[in-house]
């Protein structure tokens, strides 16, 4: 085996009570956590199974054949998703991103989709519905899924060379049918399409100009992530981490660009735009520029945890609540409670801190609660 440090544990982490408070907390869309943040962004992972391997991700020593994966009674139901995302929404949630695991494996998802597509904010807008993929079974479904209110999606790929990305997935699945996803995406009308590329260094570097290459022109947003510490099974080390200052600095060597505003408050990718009008590219600095100060981002795990940061340690029962027959406002309440006592900033104490790579400490696994 390689030098990577597999740690075999359950990545599942503790879960907390959700609490209701005696005096209730009314869903008023200002909800704000310690550090004045507000609720603005749901993630909610649907599944925590997938198709691909990816190291970084699920590693195929600790996800092999005899992972327990959650019982289907375990997992929220559509109805169960729908009224949580509603609550959320009165709290302030402008944003919901399904993800997963591959969020396309659960069944009949484009039910969901439009069950969500349904929810207005407390301005009465169109909640944004995104979703992120990993494109293996996209070309597909991107049509029912545009059909059912879909309006954007996210689609991973990780570099353009068959053999680096067969690779870089452990499952053996080609470029070509992701690309055909794009492709089948951007004909149902998805839009914007944005493709994320998650850069280790040794790994796949060299792809990130053909990426760029690939991608520049077509009206798809390329983004690149930074290597995360997240979880504890992918092995992280810091030297494996490609800093986007310097993807930036190798862009700028073939194709001179220039910075973008954000377009939203907490918006996690620095946005590029290339000087000849061909687009724009988004880095998404995880591990080198803490984001925390603006992070509006709030987790639903495929099993109705809510987790407030990528990197936490513990979750909150809200299916329990759910399932114990509690009110809205006791539901909403709870939520509230919960997101007023927020605290986390990981990244950005992780640069106080000496790196760490998760071994022997529970934090929760990408894949169960969704990037
Ligand atoms: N399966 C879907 C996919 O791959 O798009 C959705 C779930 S996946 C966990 C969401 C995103 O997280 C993907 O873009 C993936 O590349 C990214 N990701 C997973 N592990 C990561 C890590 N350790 N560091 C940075 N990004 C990671
Ligand atoms: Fe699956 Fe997405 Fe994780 Fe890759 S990054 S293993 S596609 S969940
Ligand atoms: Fe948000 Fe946690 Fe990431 Fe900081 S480390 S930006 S709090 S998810």
């Not at 570099?159 to 492709?183: C, E, K, S, T, Y």
Request: one cysteine or more; aromatic letters at 6%; charged letters at 25%.
């Amino acid at each position: 085996m390689s030098e990577r440090a597999i740690p075999q544990v359950d990545p599942r982490t503790p879960v907390l009570p959700a609490r209701v408070p005696s005096i209730p907390i009314v869903a008023s869309g200002r909800l704000q956590d310690t550090f004045a943040r507000p609720l603005r962004d749901l993630r909610i992972s649907v599944t925590d199974r997938c198709n691909f391997r990816c190291s970084y991700c699920m590693p195929k020593e600790v996800f092999g054949k005899d992972y327990p994966y959650l019982p289907h009674a375990s997992l929220l139901s559509f109805e169960e998703i729908t009224r949580l995302a509603r609550l959320f929404v009165a709290h302030g949630v402008h944003k919901i991103r399904l993800t997963g695991g591959e969020p396309l494996l659960r069944k009949n998802i484009e039910v969901l989709v439009e069950q969500l597509s349904q929810l207005r904010t407390v301005e009465g807008e169109p909640v944004e519905l995104a979703l992120t993929t990993n494109g293996s079974v996209l070309a597909r479904k991107a049509q029912a899924l545009r059909d059912a209110g879909l309006r954007r999606v996210t689609v991973s790929l990780d570099g353009l060379d068959d053999a680096v990305f067969r690779r870089m997935n452990d499952v053996d699945f080609p470029v070509a049918q992701v690309l055909d996803g794009i492709a089948a995406a951007r004909a149902a009308g998805l839009d914007p399409i944005k493709v994320n590329m998650v850069v280790q260094r040794g790994t796949n570097e060299q792809e990130i100009l053909p990426m760029a290459r690939h991608f520049r022109g077509s009206g798809i947003v390329l983004r690149f992530i930074e290597y995360m510490d997240v979880g504890a099974t992918n092995g992280w080390r810091m030297d494996q981490v490609l800093p986007s200052a310097e993807v930036v600095k190798l862009l700028q060597q073939h194709f001179p660009l220039r910075p973008l505003d954000p377009t939203a408050p907490g918006e996690t990718a620095e946005r590029w735009a290339y000087e000849d009008g061909a687009g724009e590219i988004g880095v998404i600095s995880s591990v080198t520029r803490a984001f925390c100060s603006s992070c509006n981002r709030a987790r639903l795990s495929t099993e109705g945890r809510l987790y407030l940061c990528l990197f936490a340690e513990q979750g909150y029962d809200l299916r329990a609540l759910l399932r114990g027959g509690a009110s809205d406002d006791d539901i909403a309440s709870a939520i509230g409670l919960i997101w007023q006592g927020r605290t986390d900033r990981y990244s950005q104490l992780r640069g106080q801190q000496a790196p760490d790579t998760g071994g022997g400490r529970r934090r929760v696994e990408m894949s169960y609660i969704g990037g």
